[in-house]
C-alpha cells in the first residue's frame, strides 16, 4: 500500500498536476494582490472589453454552436477567470504551421487513393443511393475510399479480440504498426510486448505510436525510449507539457492495429487489462473491435503511415505496405468496407456526419452502444426526427460508469430523447465503451468515436464503415444480447429526479462541451 502511494505521489502524472496547480495559484495570487482599487477596476474594464472581443471572435469561429455556447457563458459569466480559460484551453496546441504541415501530409492520401478503382455505381446498384452517397461523403471527405476483397469479423468482446489479435502477430513476417490512445502494462500489453520484441530481433519492421495524455498515469517517463531499446521504434502522439495550454486538447483516440498490410484491427478496445476484464475498474467491460483483412486495411496503413511521418519527421514509401504484396490468400468478398478517420484540424467533423446520415437514412431501425451521450443540436434532432418518424432507435450506455460527471451530464439528454420515442438502456453489468452503429441489417460503423464532444471534435479518431457484410448480422446479434441485461430507462424516471440533481444535470449539459 506504501509503495502505491509513494509511487502515485512521485509519478509523471502528480508532478503535472503540481506544476498545473502552482501555475494556477500564482495567477490567483497576482489577481489579489491588486489592491489599489482604482487597478482592479481598470483590469475589470479590461478584462471586459476583451471578453466582448472574445464573444465576437467564438461566434465567428467554424466550431460547433453547443461549444461556441459553453465558452461564451464561461466568459461572460466569469470574465478574468474565463478568459484564461479560454486562452489557455479553448484553442488547439498545434500552431499554424504544424496545422499546415499534418494537412499536407494528410495529402499524401489522395495520390495512392486515386490510383483505386471508384466503386460509387457498384455501390448504387447493390445498395442503394443512399449507401452511396454515404460511401462518396467518406471517400471525399477523408480520401478513404469504399473496398470490396476485405473479409471482416466483429468481435463482441475484448478477450476474443485479444486473443485473435496475438495470433495474427505471430504470425506477422514483414511489419507491424500499432497506434493507440492508451497502453497500459499487465497480462495484456505483456503479452504483446513480448510477441514485438521477438519480431523485432527477427528483423519485422515494428513500429508504436501512443498518446502521451492517455498514457500519463500508465507508462513511466522515457517509455518511448525503453521501447526503443528493444528494437521498437516508438513516436508520442503530442507530448504534454506542465503548462497552461491547450496541451490536454487534440488527443490521438485511434485504436489501429496493422499487420504485414493485410491484417488490420479497429475499435474501442485499448491494450490494457480492463478491456479485456483481467481488471475490473467499473464492473464488466463490454468493448468491441473488429477484424479486416484483404484491401480495405490500406487506409489503415495510410493513416498510420501518414500520423508516423508527422511525429518521425520523414517521407515514407506507401507501395511498400500495401496489402496485396504480403497477402497469403484470396479474401472472401461479400459487401463493402469503407475506413474512415477524423482529424480536428480540418473543420470537418467526419465521424459525427458519418453518424448522422445513417440514423437519416434508416427505415427501419438504428441501435447504437456508446460509453457516453454528450450530444449536440444536430445529434438531437437526427435522433428523435427518426425515432418521431418510427424507426426503432435504441442507445445502450453504461450502467457503471467511469466518470461521474460525465455520466451525469449523458443522463442530462434522456429527457428530450424519451419524450421522442428514442429508447434508452444501461448496461447493468458494468461499464460498456463499445462504440457501435448498425441500421436496418444493411449498415453498421465499428470504431474509436464515442458520442461525445472530445470524440466529434477534438480528438484524433478512426472507424470503418460496412455496407452488407457479414459482420452487420454479428453487430446487430450483439446489441440484442446486451439487450438482455441492460435496463431500460423510462420518461417517468428522468422526470421524477429531486430538484438538486435536476439542477446539476442542467448545468452539466450546459458546459458539456468543455468536459
Partial sequence: MIKRILKAVFSRFAFDCFALLLQIVFLVAMVLRIGDYRIFAAITILSQVIGIIAVVYII??????????????????????????????????????????????????????????????????????????????????????????????????????????????????????????????????????????????????????????????????????????????????NPAIPILSAALNNRNHRKITVIDGHTAYTGGINLADEYINEKERFGHWKDSAIRLYGEGVWSFTLMFLTMWEYWDNSREQYSAYKPAKYMRRIPRAGGYVQPYTDNPLDNEAVGETVYLNMINRAERYVYITTPYLVVDNEMITALTTAAKSGVDVRIVTPGIPDKWYVHTTSRAYYEVLLEAGVRIYEYTPGFIHAKNFVCDDKYGTVGSINLDYRSLYLHFECGVWLCETSSIAQIKEDFLQILRVSRECTLEETQNVKLPTRLLRSIMRTFSPLL
Fill in 60 to 237: 465567428n469561429g467554424r466550431s460547433n454552436p453547443g461549444y461556441k455556447i459553453a465558452w461564451i457563458t464561461l466568459v461572460l459569466a466569469v470574465p478574468v477567470f474565463g478568459l484564461l480559460v479560454y486562452f489557455g484551453f479553448a484553442r488547439s496546441k498545434f500552431s499554424f504551421f504544424e496545422r499546415r504541415r499534418m494537412q499536407v501530409l494528410n495529402q499524401h492520401l489522395k495520390p495512392p487513393m486515386k490510383k483505386l478503382p471508384d466503386l460509387t455505381g457498384r455501390i448504387t446498384e447493390t445498395s442503394g443511393e443512399g449507401a452511396a452517397r454515404q460511401s462518396a461523403y467518406i471517400r471525399n471527405s477523408t480520401y478513404c475510399p469504399p473496398y470490396e476483397n476485405t473479409e471482416t469479423e466483429y468481435f463482441p468482446i475484448g478477450e476474443e479480440m485479444f486473443s485473435a489479435m496475438l495470433a495474427d502477430l505471430e504470425a506477422a513476417e514483414h511489419f507491424i504498426f500499432l497506434e493507440y490512445f492508451i497502453i497500459d502494462r499487465g497480462i495484456m500489453w505483456d503479452s504483446i510486448l513480448d510477441v514485438l520484441k521477438r519480431k523485432a530481433a527477427a528483423g519485422v519492421d515494428v513500429r508504436v505510436i501512443y498518446d502521451d495524455v492517455g498514457t500519463i498515469k500508465l507508462l513511466p517517463y522515457g517509455y518511448d525510449k525503453t521501447l526503443r531499446e528493444m528494437g521498437i521504434k516508438c513516436r508520442i502522439f
